[in-house]
């Protein structure tokens, strides 16, 4: 079984919003370099989605697990992404896809966002 990893953001007008994600992409291929990580986007950036999810399932892969790179679980991950995934289950039932929880409700990417602003604060706050 061919597992592919999709980094999922929400997408901006500024495709310069997409950076961020695009350094997280390039350590993860760093770190797993035979795992297929690709970026797909919910609005106004592309690939979309089903388009990526499309393109890996071309190139083999048979399980997808999908990551949402949200800092908090709002209506998007509560609501639209599940019956986004639902949809493609159904037009790929070969394919298993599994969503993970948004990358900040994960304890070391909380403890990483306040080590950063305290630093960022720095004198600020003595």
Do not use: Y
């Amino acid at each position: 079984m061919t597992t592919a990893l999709v980094l999922f953001g929400h997408g901006a007008r500024d495709p310069e919003w997409a950076g961020s994600v695009r350094r997280v992409q390039d350590a993860i291929r760093k770190r797993a370099p035979g795992l297929a990580v690709e970026l797909a986007f919910l609005e106004f950036l592309t690939p979309r989605l089903p388009d990526c999810v499309a393109g890996l399932i071309a190139d083999g892969a048979s399980k997808i697990v999908v990551m949402p790179m949200f800092i908090a679980p709002g209506g998007h991950l509560k609501r639209e992404v599940p019956e986004m995934l639902d949809l493609l289950r159904s037009t790929h039932p070969g394919v298993q896809f599994f969503l993970g929880e948004a990358i900040g409700q994960n304890e070391i990417v909380v403890q990483a966002m306040a080590e950063a602003t305290l630093q960022a604060a720095g004198s600020e706050l003595a």
